[in-house]
């Protein structure tokens, strides 16, 4: 009997797959402009060429990211930059944005000596289609964490636990998808509150000027920010010792509270 695998699916794999539909669209156009004479020549070509720059180079490019980066994550030692699982006993653990758990559960995995890691997500499946609260519990059954991990529904601008209740706080890629005009302002004071005194607080996000996010995204690098603007979020709202680690154009941020 084959053992069940998790399922963590692929981010925003539906709109990888629009994007390289139109980008093929653009490609042909943009040959076929090649062959044939007249103003409907210089339309093509130029056309195409637009299309393939705004939708392929970007469609491909997420493409080579997930197969080259997102197989060699489990090979970066993710806990070995979280050195509060280390320093703190029985740490208690929010996961924000958990989605189908790809992180949240490696952090329980992490957990040796006691410690609880909870999850909160809106579960919106634009971003990971199957993302749902029932795909998570079932990756935490299948890796044999369901004891040690708790997921509901919850929104980084409103999160549904009462100030000063974790150690540790996780917002890996997420902010950046928080669009409320403010509300990424908004999602930091929150992480802020639930951290207990001198609880840490780790954020992830692609650097939008790193070489990495611009190779792989093209002008999709936009939906990103600069490294230097949640270094100042994170100032702004009284966070402390904050450092950063580039890794492939993708950024860990530690802070405390």
């Not at 997930?66 to 197989?71: A, F, S, Y």
């Not at 100030?163 to 902010?175: C, G, P, Q, T």
Request: charged share 20%; with cysteine.
């Amino acid at each position: 009997m084959n053992k069940e695998e998790p399922k963590y699916g692929w981010y925003v794999k539906n709109l990888i797959i629009g994007f390289n539909i139109v980008g093929l669209l653009g490609l042909s156009a943009f040959v076929y402009g090649f062959l044939i004479d007249g103003v409907v020549k210089i339309i093509l070509i130029i056309s195409g060429l637009g299309v393939i720059l705004v939708f392929l180079w970007p469609g491909i490019g997420m493409i080579i990211m997930h197969l080259l980066l997102l197989r060699k994550m489990p090979k970066i030692d993710l806990m070995a930059r979280m050195k509060a699982l280390d320093e703190i006993d029985n740490p208690q653990i929010l996961d924000v944005g958990c989605g189908t758990g790809r992180t949240a559960i490696r952090i329980a995995k992490a957990l040796m000596n006691g410690g609880h890691l909870f999850g909160i997500d809106i579960y919106s499946k634009l971003a990971i289609p199957g993302n749902s609260l029932d795909t998570v519990q079932n990756n935490a059954i299948i890796e044999k964490v369901e004891d040690k991990t708790t997921f509901q529904y919850g929104s980084a601008t409103d999160i549904p636990f009462e100030e000063n209740r974790f150690d540790i706080v996780n917002a890996s890629s997420v902010l950046h998808e928080v669009h409320d005009p403010n509300g990424q302002d908004k999602a930091m004071q929150e992480l802020y509150r639930v951290l207990k005194p001198e609880g840490y607080l780790y954020l992830s996000e692609w650097n939008r000027t790193s070489w990495q996010c611009i190779a792989f995204c093209g002008l999709c690098c936009y939906a990103f920010k600069k490294k230097e603007y949640w270094d100042k979020l994170l100032k702004e709202n009284n966070l402390k010792d904050i450092t950063y680690e580039n890794i492939t154009g993708f950024g860990i941020f530690s802070a405390r509270k």
